[in-house]
């Protein structure tokens, strides 16, 4: 017995700093400790062949050992435990002086950006922004804009029929007719969404945005409109920039007139951008037909308003000299990219 317990320690001794992980650590102790296959519950299993006068002296012995090994057990774990923790911290370190993981950031569309830039500017001058809505009927589109079936000013937007009465509107102009079917004057409105034409070209887009505006009140002029024209361009385009208008024809206004601005690239000398007039085309206006407030109810005796309409697209290409619309829906992120703030 006494030999057998010097060879258990021995073995325990020479063994227990060999190991390095908590596993093989368990399996050597296992082999001491094990209540069913360990060498020490052996002994005392063995304590039966112990002479009865002897077996006091060596429990003691035999529990002495028991107790020496687990401290010796726990001691290993210990250490085995730290060892562990140490090479688990080695491999999580992180080097703070590794080059940062790029992290892109989006940025807004330039139409986004241009949009937003109008609607300030005009909401800034007391304009109201009703948005309407893309699907319309007929009336809204055309027939209360003056426009009824037949007009030959129909042919001049390509329209998508969803029925015979309902369309996609092809103009934000309906949104003057709300806004005086709803509302007395004075009223100062900026309708802006998205309006839909069958027309696709360098220039032209089936889907683009479009901002109306209207002002009716007593005494409008022609004169109020070139003014807030004039304070809108600088404000959009840069100090100096100021408008001319030209006769033209729309069935709502009347007169009517297409709106340029000096050339903000050359100042109105002329170049590249202007085509060598001096001048670009940015929208459409006019006085408020008599027949269209009429058609609202609105005392055209009493009041007068002027309108005006302009593509947002046509802005943001004018503004980024972009020359093709397409740019502007393909969602190309090397493009996109370049109007990030
Ligand atoms: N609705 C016209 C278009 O889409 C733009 C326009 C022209 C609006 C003159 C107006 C206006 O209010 O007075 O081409």
Known sequence: MEEKIRQIKAEIE??????????ALY????????NKEGKIPALMKGMKDVPPEKRPEMGKVVNEVKGWAMAQFEAAEARVKALELQKKNESERVDV?????????GGLHPNTIVAGELIDIFAGMGFEILEGREIENDYYNFTALNTPKDHPAR???DTFYLSEDFLLRTQTSTGQIHAMESGKPPI???SPGKVFRSDDDATHSPMFHQMEGLVVDKGITLCDLKGMLDTFS??????????????????????????????????GKGCKLCKGTGWIEVLGAGIVNRHVLENCGIDSEEYSGFAFGMGVERIAMLKYGINNIKALYESDTRFAEQFKK
């Open 155 to 157: 042919d001049m937007q």
């Open 234 to 267: 600088e404000k959009i385009f840069g100090e100096g920039v100021h408008t001319r208008l030209r006769p033209s024809y729309f069935p709502f206004t009347e007169p009517s007139v297409e709106v340029d601005v000096s050339c903000f690239a050359c100042g």
């Open 14 to 23: 020479s063994g227990i700093g060999q190991y390095e992980t908590g596993e």
């Open 97 to 105: 002086t590794m080059p940062a993981k790029g992290q892109s950031v």
């Open 188 to 190: 100062k409105m900026l």
């Open 27 to 34: 399996e050597f102790r296992k082999k001491f400790l094990d």
